[in-house]
């Protein structure tokens, strides 16, 4: 993985682990993030009566088990499956993927950039670790842009590329809220000021969002603002479309908004 684990797991924790051997009394599993074995015991593969280890855990398949216990002068690892929910295993599984996409990400970035792997950690990957880890890196790269980076002392170029490499790769999800403007400003600057007011709201970005103008026949023009999330793209409209009001009622002319059902 990029970011740099312990040698042990720890007593609670979830581990994403591929079973090797299956025995009459239980099955030895290869931990696949620390490059560990531990054994899980069949007593800790399921809850109901177990007639059939096989019908549970096979040689090959990837589960997600919890650490039990943990004896590292021994070299000896407890491990459970049944005391894993299906809420555990859905997201130690998303966030596996996840861990494993984002190395395969550092790892073209490296290449672009003409460093090896361990010269981009040390000059950028041990920065995003510290504050996220290096997939959210290249999400934040997405969304915000190489400035995300850059604020938390990655280097100008490295950011660039992470941006980069992340918009071909990462396929961010984003919502949409419209509205309708409707602005008059009938002073002899008037176009001036309306197409100053728009230039300026776009400008009033909010975290990962955006808006954008469409003019429909004035005095009515489109107003639509995507972010992330709803809460954040019902922000950046308001504010938006605030914002052009009021610079326009300052100029001496006058508007309204609503938003689109």
Not at 26 to 52: C, M, P, Q, T
Not at 110 to 132: M, N, P, S, V
Not at 191 to 198: M, N, Q, R, S, T
């Amino acid at each position: 993985m990029v970011e740099r684990k312990p040698e042990w797991p720890e007593n609670g924790d979830l581990v994403i682990a591929t079973i090797e051997t299956v025995t009459d009394y239980g099955a030895y599993a290869k931990l696949d993030e620390f490059d560990k074995r531990g054994l899980l015991h069949v007593s800790e593969i399921s809850s109901s009566w177990l007639r059939n280890i096989r019908d549970f855990v096979r040689e090959g398949q990837k589960v997600v088990l919890k650490v039990l216990r943990v004896d590292s002068e021994k070299g000896h690892i407890d491990l459970s499956l049944r005391r894993v929910t299906k809420r555990e295993r859905i997201e130690k599984i998303m966030l596996w993927k996840k861990e494993r996409k984002g190395e395969a990400l550092f790892r073209e970035v490296a290449t672009k950039i003409g460093l090896t792997f361990d010269e981009l950690y040390q000059q950028a990957g041990e920065k995003i670790d510290e504050k996220f880890s290096i997939y959210e890196g290249f999400e934040k790269a997405v969304k915000e842009g190489p400035e995300a980076l850059t604020k938390i002392g990655v280097p100008e170029k490295i950011a660039a590329t992470f941006a980069e490499v992340g918009k071909d790769r990462i396929h961010v999800k984003v919502v949409k809220v419209k509205g309708i403007l409707e602005i008059k400003c009938m002073k002899p600057n008037g176009v001036k000021v309306i197409k100053e007011a728009f230039a300026a709201a776009k400008t009033e970005k909010i975290c990962a969002s955006s808006v954008k103008f469409y003019v429909i026949a004035a005095p009515k023009y489109s107003i639509e603002a995507q972010a992330e999330n709803y809460k954040k793209a019902e922000e950046v409209f308001q504010k938006a479309a605030q914002s052009v009001i009021l610079k326009i009622t300052k100029a001496g002319g006058q508007g309204t908004f609503r938003r689109e059902k």
